[in-house]
C-alpha cells in the first residue's frame, strides 16, 4: 500500500502536514470499511459469514447475527445505512485499542487506520527499506523485494531543468553554443 500511495507520502514527506484519513466502504460487503471509535478510526473486514457471527459476539451484539435485516450479506448490504449507523455508535463507545483486542480475539480482520506519520515511524517500514533517504530526502521504495534481483530507488528524482542540456542535445542535436544561447534567452532552463 506504501507504494501504490507514493504521491501521497511525497506530499507528506514535503509539506510534514499529515492529512487526515477518508472515509472507506467496500460496495459488495457489509460491514467492510472505516468506522470511528472513541478515540481514533479502525478498520474492519467483516467478509464472510463466518465472521459476522463472530464479529457480532465481539461486539455483545448476538442478536444481529440472524436479525431478518443483517442476516445474510446480501441484506446487509441492503440495509448498509441502519446498520453501519448502529455499528458506529457500538465503535464511538470505546477506544480503538478495547475494539481491535475484541475483534482479533475473534479473528475479524480489523486495524487501526493510521496516519503517515504513523506508517513512516513503524518498524516494519524501516525494516522493508520503505522509505530510503536518496540526496538526503526519503522517498517510496520498491513494494516487492527479490532476494536475487532486489529493486532500489538508485538516484533522486531530478531537479528542474537538471537534465536539459543533455536531452536537448540528444533528441535535438542543439550543440554547446545554441543551448547556451537558448539558456541566455530563457526559452530553456538549465540546472548547470
Given at each position: 500500500?506504501?507504494?501504490?500511495?507514493?504521491s501521497n507520502f511525497a506530499n507528506y514527506f514535503?509539506?510534514?502536514?499529515?492529512?487526515?484519513?477518508?472515509g472507506t466502504r467496500f460496495g459488495t460487503i457489509v460491514p467492510y470499511r472505516?468506522?470511528?471509535?472513541?478515540?481514533r478510526d479502525i478498520v474492519i473486514a467483516v467478509a464472510s459469514q463466518k465472521l459476522w457471527q463472530d464479529f457480532c459476539i465481539a461486539i455483545e451484539r448476538t442478536d444481529?447475527?440472524?436479525h431478518p435485516d443483517y442476516a445474510t450479506n446480501?441484506?446487509?448490504?441492503?440495509?448498509?445505512?441502519a446498520l453501519e449507523s448502529?455499528?458506529?455508535?457500538?465503535?464511538?463507545?470505546?477506544t480503538a485499542a478495547h475494539w481491535i483486542g475484541r475483534l482479533r480475539a475473534r479473528g475479524i480482520p480489523c486495524t487501526p487506520v493510521r496516519k503517515f506519520d504513523e506508517v513512516a515511524a513503524d518498524p516494519q517500514t524501516s525494516e522493508r527499506g520503505m522509505f530510503p533517504v536518496i540526496g538526503?530526502?526519503?522517498?517510496?521504495?520498491?513494494?516487492?523485494?527479490?532476494?536475487?534481483?532486489?529493486?532500489?530507488?538508485?538516484r533522486p528524482a531530478p531537479k528542474l531543468g537538471e537534465h536539459s542540456?543533455?536531452?536537448?542535445?540528444?533528441?535535438?542535436?542543439?550543440?554547446?553554443?545554441e543551448l547556451d544561447r537558448l539558456y541566455a534567452a530563457g526559452v530553456i532552463y538549465s540546472a548547470r
Open positions: 500500500m506504501i507504494s501504490a500511495m507514493a514535503g509539506s510534514g502536514v499529515v492529512p487526515d484519513s477518508m472505516g468506522f470511528p471509535t472513541a478515540d444481529l447475527a440472524d446480501a441484506l446487509r448490504v441492503k440495509n448498509r445505512e448502529l455499528i458506529a455508535g457500538i465503535f464511538r463507545s470505546d538526503g530526502f526519503p522517498v517510496t521504495g520498491p513494494p516487492v523485494k527479490f532476494s536475487a534481483t532486489p529493486g532500489s530507488v538508485r542540456r543533455e536531452i536537448l542535445h540528444e533528441l535535438l542535436g542543439l550543440d554547446d553554443s
